[in-house]
């Protein structure tokens, strides 16, 4: 099992560019999670997907759309990038009261 | 809105000595979790502690949680290098947020020789 994947690990993006990040994991998860980590903050929750179909609103939301594709799949999209979202982003998924976390893609927005 | 506080935010700390992490939280949760994260990595799962007064101990890493105090405590005994890291709790959100986690600052511990 690769548990929780992510893609890319790393990305530079300008101002006012959009891109997807993409996660997926094998473990046949029903919920899962973005969360962004910026330096002091701890992890904040951006969106998430108690099952597949279904999304919900975190934290911290705005400037970002999500897709549950299928039960695998979970992708976060930035439709217009601002500097304020550099930032690490981690996908999670979650069964039997335990949190899996994917390695994270590490963006910056210039 | 649930809160979680951790202190300290940094600590230095000699090899050998003990010391010990806090991690507050503002409402009621039924499950309380610890990590740590090395940096450029992702995030480690230490311990989940589940019910007022949960003893969780691996190595030189000990956790307890206290519900009625909304308290959870992360104890290092003689601290060595390799624990030089950043640690973080987090309290489990309700059903109604999808079982999402809410996590303190995080606590940069660096020990030294």
């Known amino acids: 099992n690769a548990g929780v994947t992510q893609t890319p690990k790393f990305q530079v993006l300008k101002t006012g560019q959009s891109m997807t990040l993409q996660c997926a994991q094998d473990?046949?998860?029903?919920?899962m999670y973005w969360y962004r980590q910026d330096p002091g903050m701890g992890l904040r929750l951006i969106y998430y997907s108690a099952s597949e179909g279904t999304t919900d609103k975190g934290e911290v939301p705005n400037g970002y759309n999500v897709s549950r594709l299928n039960k695998r799949e979970f992708s976060l999209r930035l439709e217009s990038a601002a500097p304020s979202q550099t930032s690490v982003y981690f996908c999670a998924s979650y069964s039997s009261g335990e949190q899996y976390f994917g390695p994270g893609t590490r963006l910056t927005v210039t | 809105e649930l809160k979680v506080e951790q202190n300290p935010l940094f600590l230095s700390m000699q090899e050998g000595k003990n010391y010990t992490i806090y991690c507050n939280y503002s409402t009621t949760s039924d499950r309380l979790y610890w990590y740590r994260q090395d940096p450029g990595k992702s995030l480690e799962s230490l311990f989940v502690?589940?019910?007022?007064?949960a003893v969780k101990q691996e190595g030189r890493l000990m956790a307890s949680l206290d519900t009625k105090a909304r308290l959870s405590t992360l104890h290092i005994t003689a601290a060595v290098h390799d624990l030089s890291a950043t640690y973080f709790c987090a309290v489990r959100l309700s059903s109604n947020s999808g079982y999402a986690l809410n996590f303190g600052k995080g606590t940069s511990l660096l020990v030294t020789p």
């Open positions: 473990m046949n998860h029903n919920s």
């Open positions: 502690l589940l019910s007022n007064g």
